[in-house]
């Protein structure tokens, strides 16, 4: 079966940081791409980050460029997002995403990490 | 950068067809993804490819892609595909992956 389970989430204030992990099972992470989605309270779906199964490409969205780094583990099947310069505006449930490589579709959806901002 | 427009809401009756719509500057040329996401679950993909169904995803779940506009189309609706649906695209001028606002499909 595949799983992607997101752990890291929580409290932090404006201006930390946080680091998120995605383990990952029931299929060769190696050979694909991955990404991070978030969705704040009530609100759509965003996404913020993607990274090539060799982590070579790597691309980020503009409210998160500069200061989220999208990063993998392809020894320990795993996906990281360093979130640091936290704002309120972060708050959301963060989730671990399989594909959106060019034309494909996110694939695979984790069940998501709350991250909450304080300010 | 890309921006796709989709109505707030939709409202069908059971069993009616209920068809959700995904707006964009010649979207046609693009494939179009649709997910449906119900409250305090992680979205399911459940038309790829403006067409194509992934298994598991009933027959009564179809895509369109033409023009300006893509189009879910859910035939007889049940109670149980109430939720809400998002488009989204790979914008090849940025890399980026873009959603549309949503729909919230009321039954």
């Known amino acids: 079966e595949v799983q992607l389970v997101e752990s890291g989430g929580g409290l932090a204030q404006s201006g930390g940081s946080l680091r998120l992990s995605c383990a990952v099972s029931g299929f060769t992470f190696s050979n694909y791409e991955m990404n991070w989605v978030r969705q704040a309270p009530g609100k759509g779906l965003e996404w913020l980050s993607y990274i090539s199964s060799g982590g070579r490409s790597i691309y980020y969205g503009d409210s998160v460029k500069g200061r989220f780094t999208i990063s993998r583990d392809n020894s320990e099947n795993s996906l990281y997002l360093q979130m640091n310069s936290l704002r309120a505006d972060d708050t959301a449930i963060y989730y671990c995403?399989?594909?959106?490589?060019?034309?494909?579709?996110?694939?695979?959806w984790g069940q998501g990490t709350l991250v909450t901002v304080s300010s | 950068s890309y921006v796709l427009t989709q109505a707030p809401s939709v409202s069908v009756a059971p069993g009616k067809t209920a068809r959700i719509t995904c707006g964009g500057d010649n979207i046609g040329i693009r494939s179009v993804h649709w997910y449906q996401q119900k409250p305090g679950q992680a979205p399911v993909l459940v038309i790829y490819n403006d067409k194509d169904r992934p298994s598991g995803i009933p027959e009564r779940f179809s895509g369109s892609n033409s023009g300006n506009t893509a189009t879910l189309t859910i035939a007889r609706v049940e109670a149980g595909d109430e939720a809400d649906y998002y488009c989204q695209v790979w914008d090849s001028n940025t890399d980026y992956r873009v959603f549309g606002e949503g729909t919230q499909l009321t039954v």
């Open positions: 995403v399989r594909g959106g490589g060019i034309n494909l579709p996110f694939d695979t």
